[in-house]
C-alpha cells in the first residue's frame, strides 16, 4: 500500500491538535519522519479538496479548514488511493510470455487472479473505512482501544449469530 493515506490522516490528525497555527510542510515532515516534498505533495491534494488551506512565504503553512467529524476516512482512502492503483508491483509470473490459451499455466493466469483477489480485498477495505470519521480516529489516538472494542463487539456478534 502507497504511504499517501497514512500520510494525508497523520497530517488531518496534526493540523487538527495544532490548531489554529499554520504548520510548513518541513514540520509536519519530521513528525511523519518523511520527506517535506512528498508531504507537499499530499497536502497539494488535500488543499484542492477543501481539507486544508496553506500559504506561503515566511508566515506561511497549513491549517485544517474542516472539523474532523466531517472527514470521511473512506473519501481519504478513495482520495489518496485511488480504486485504479495498479497491483503489477505484488504479482509474480508473466502472462505475457506464456501462452494465455493454456489454461493450466501458471505464469499465464496469477495475474488476473491475483488482481482479482487484491480488487476484492481492496473493495472491502474501502467498504470498512467509510464507516468512520476522523473523530473516530482521533479518539482511538487518544485512548487506544476503541478500534479494539468495534473488534470485540463484531467478534461477539458473530459468535451469537453462529
Known amino acids: 500500500m502507497r504511504l499517501d493515506f497514512s500520510v494525508a490522516v497523520h497530517s488531518l490528525l496534526y493540523l487538527d491538535e495544532n490548531r489554529p497555527r499554520k504548520i510548513a510542510s518541513r514540520e ?15 497536502l497539494s491534494v488535500l488543499h484542492k479538496q477543501g481539507y486544508i488551506e496553506g500559504s506561503v512565504g515566511k508566515n506561511g503553512g497549513y491549517q485544517l479548514i474542516r472539523d474532523l467529524a466531517d472527514i470521511n476516512v473512506g473519501e481519504l482512502y478513495d482520495l489518496t488511493i485511488p480504486p485504479t492503483i495498479s497491483y503489477a508491483r505484488f504479482i509474480t509470473g508473466d502472462s505475457k510470455g506464456a501462452k494465455v490459451s493454456d489454461s493450466t499455466d501458471i505464469s499465464a493466469n496469477i495475474s488476473q487472479t491475483l488482481t482479482d483477489l487484491f480488487t476484492l480485498a481492496d473493495d472491502d477495505y474501502r467498504r470498512f473505512y467509510h464507516q468512520f470519521t476522523m473523530t473516530d480516529l482521533k479518539r482511538d489516538l487518544h485512548s487506544h482501544g476503541y478500534f479494539r472494542q468495534l473488534i470485540h463487539r463484531q467478534q461477539e456478534n458473530e459468535t451469537l449469530e453462529n
Open 28 to 42: 509536519l515532515a519530521t513528525s511523519l519522519q518523511l520527506n517535506a516534498v512528498m508531504i507537499r505533495n499530499i
